[in-house]
DNA sequence: CTGTTAGCGCTTTCAC
DNA sequence: GTGAAAGCGCTAACAG
């Protein structure tokens, strides 16, 4: 069996009070006697046994997410998994609260971290606007010692503990390489089609597919970025727009949200030239779009492991423990017909 | 605070004892008591705190990973993904012992399974070598009520209760979609070249791969399969004479490992046709391949997941406890030199 | 059949 | 400064 506090006690002589003190580096202790009680533990390799911990100190970790309140299906199922966290809370000690602010607005998300102030919070998780004072709430909530992390889009320069997303460069290299690849050397024009520049995923997606299409495949000419706000209708109307006024687009790159249009258009189209397409998140439409040969490639984050990491990284870091870094990488999902789930 | 044994006890009007019998199916209960207990149960909606209930108990798992003592980087990483758990096991009130067999070898496989037969065991895992002696001393350990987990490779027609490893045929498909498509229609020969087909994995991906090859890309023409036995030098050997004696090969596939052999055949050839080449398994090998532009796609798992997918899936048994079942899907993850990590 | 009691490994009063 | 003792939620003897 592993070494217990009663051992570390006995082999230090002295009592278990003062052992528990050692261990959680409480005052009240001569430092003759904490030395010797440190040295037991070295030496017997003792481990903590953070069950047993946690059931005596009655912990609970009251967790916090803010997530916008968007209509698309990617956040859908982001709420969908984080609602899912919270069936699972009871038996991993937390307690998930979930705030839903206003989309793409600073000023809401900063009122929704601000009254976290006070509270007894174990850590925050939040999908971040990529704003100056949005970095400053999470300054805060940092200085006050609370455990902070971002949820699929990241915040320049916070001292966030962590975030919980793709690298989204990588994403938009990806979505190059694979566009350009499939497209095996054509000359045409490709269509770039974002939400909103204004958040960072898009920007890098944006950042990392152009860098990537001027540096290997020149044969291709970018269209100007169309912003589709992630709303179907809007981007519907883009799309079959753009199609109409360029006959040489040969590919579509669909940097954001709001597929549904997208796909709307690309099913209206009089089936004309082939067109590749890589777009993001899997959802029932652009599964059934890939299915059906419209879409060619789904680059995909998996929500559920998003809610899932951000919950260990914030009971870790709540705890001042490490986490498996590996296990809280998450991946580019790329998806073609073939190895859809 | 969640209600306890003792608020069933107390609305019940029994023991804790009772409460407990109850709880655990035991026998020795009445039943109108017992009745009463589970309404009782029902009513104030009870869940165990299964950590306590561990401290309790004092349990522990004793898990057994059975590894073939394959000399080649991916089993290198899943032995290193073991020990790494190995590591963790005290944490999670789990001993791990990992038993290493002879690689391919039906015979030493089941003479390992039949060794854990009296022991005090939780749950096994084993990469399978697929044969039916395997699969029958597979029985036995699930007869014996023993949780059984399939590792990497599966097993044909078993009764194991999971398999944490991806979808093979899957990836067979991906595989020649990706080949095919990144060929854009070119004609031309395919080589394949696999480790043995008498595993499971490297047989489901010819399939997958041939049968995708065949139905959409009929430009390209397959080769009679290489088997490399994953040997590196094997492999080089192959590889060197194909290309030599099969001027028309425009790309290849490897199915299996022993890439090393692959990729300094590649970097021999004078720098002529240009090759498209998709590889399985992401090594320290592959990965400088692909950023050298000599391997075009790496197709993975991730030996890391597996391993921990496993261990939580065995708790999870041998508890007769549900798993997540998303996080439990070993995913194919497919990397360009875009998206490594 | 049912209840009493001690105890898992750790923390936390409250005395000394 | 240090220690004794009770208790977290659950289980396991051992009595009755």
Redesign the pocket.
């Known amino acids: 069996?592993?070494p217990?506090?009663?051992d570390i006690a006995a082999a230090a002589?002295?009592?278990?009070?003062?052992?528990?003190?050692v261990?959680?580096q409480r005052a009240?202790?001569?430092s003759?006697?904490?030395q010797r009680v440190e040295a037991v533990i070295n030496d017997i390799g003792?481990v903590?046994?953070m069950a047993?911990?946690n059931?005596?100190?009655?912990r609970l970790y009251p967790l916090v997410f803010i997530l916008p309140a968007s209509d698309n299906s990617f956040m859908h199922s982001l709420h969908a998994e984080a609602r899912q966290a919270i069936s699972r809370a009871g038996s991993e000690r937390c307690s998930i609260r979930i705030i839903e602010v206003k989309a793409f607005d600073p000023a809401a998300l900063v009122a929704a971290l601000d009254s976290l102030a006070g509270a007894d919070i174990a850590g925050v998780a939040l999908v971040a606007v990529d704003a100056p004072e949005v970095r400053d709430a999470v300054e805060r909530l940092v200085q006050a010692k609370i455990p902070v992390v971002t949820l699929v889009s990241d915040l320049t320069g916070s001292a966030r503990h962590h975030y919980a997303g793709i690298d989204n460069i990588a994403a938009g290299r990806t979505a190059a390489r694979l566009l350009g690849r499939f497209l095996g050397g054509r000359k045409g024009e490709v269509l770039v089609l974002a939400g909103s520049l204004l958040v960072r995923d898009h920007r890098e997606r944006l950042e990392g597919f152009s860098a990537m299409m001027e540096q290997e495949f020149s044969a291709l000419t970018l269209l100007p970025v169309l912003e589709g706000l992630d709303d179907p209708e809007t981007v519907n109307g883009l799309v079959t727009k753009a199609l109409a006024d360029n006959p040489d687009v040969i590919g579509i790159y669909s940097i954001g949200a709001g597929n549904r249009g997208l796909i709307r258009a690309l099913r209206a189209r009089a089936a004309g030239k082939a067109l590749t397409v890589v777009a993001h998140e899997l959802t029932d439409y652009t599964r059934e779009a890939l299915q059906d040969g419209l879409i060619d490639v789904v680059l995909n984050q998996d929500a559920g492991h998003e809610v899932r990491s951000a919950v260990r990284v914030l009971k870790a870091k709540a705890d001042g423990l490490a986490v498996i870094a590996a296990q809280e990488r998450i991946r580019l999902d790329i998806f073609l017909k073939d190895n859809l789930p």
Do not use: F
Request: aromatic share 4%.
């Open positions: 069996m592993r217990t506090v009663h002589g002295v009592s278990l009070a003062t052992v528990d003190r261990l959680n009240g202790v001569r003759v006697t904490r003792y903590r046994d047993a911990a059931l005596a100190k009655g």
